[in-house]
């Protein structure tokens, strides 16, 4: 029998390397006693993105909730500012909890309505720190931005426990 050559395997040979490394990173990151006994805050989407990549293509391609922000883009000229901050509480993450949506040039990351919105801060989740289960959403959760009277005036229809992914 011949000698067969090695073949080296790389990040882009096997479509699980990447996300494995990714949260085995991130998983030895978040050991160190710094965050021990933290709460945890808002993360962003894209950081559920490497362990839970089918959810995040699914959620990003689909649920309008992915690109909530563009209301209130085009909506942003005739509103006041008490006006913008109910629009935010909605179509952003986390705005007004510690470590939520600030503003487009602060949080990012944070301006559509992400993951966090139904699951919770996700930042130790994120890091690895197990076991930091992923909460499922009430309808009570919902109801704070899914009222009657917003389904009457917007004309959308929510999909309360339909999901994004």
């Known amino acids: ?23 085995l990173v991130l998983f030895l990151a978040a050991a160190s006693p710094a965050t021990a006994g933290e709460a945890p805050l808002y993360a962003g989407s894209r950081s559920c993105a490497p362990c839970h990549p089918a ?23 005739g509103l006041s500012p008490e006006d913008l901050e109910q629009c935010y509480s909605c179509h952003t993450t986390g705005y007004g909890k510690p470590g939520g949506f600030v503003s487009e040039e602060e949080t990012p990351e944070l301006k559509n309505a992400g993951c966090e919105v139904c699951h919770g801060p996700g930042s130790l989740h994120a890091a690895g720190q197990a076991p930091i289960p992923i909460p499922r959403p009430t309808r009570e959760e919902c109801a704070g931005c899914h009222t009657s009277e917003r389904v009457r005036a917007f004309r959308f229809t929510p999909l309360i426990h339909g999901g994004g992914h």
């Open 55 to 77: 959810e995040y293509e699914s959620f990003s391609s689909h649920a309008k909730k992915s690109r909530s922000f563009r209301s209130i883009e085009r909506l942003r000229k």
């Open 1 to 23: 029998m011949a000698h067969m050559p090695r073949r080296r395997v790389g990040f882009s040979s096997h479509p699980l390397l990447l996300p494995f490394f990714s949260c």
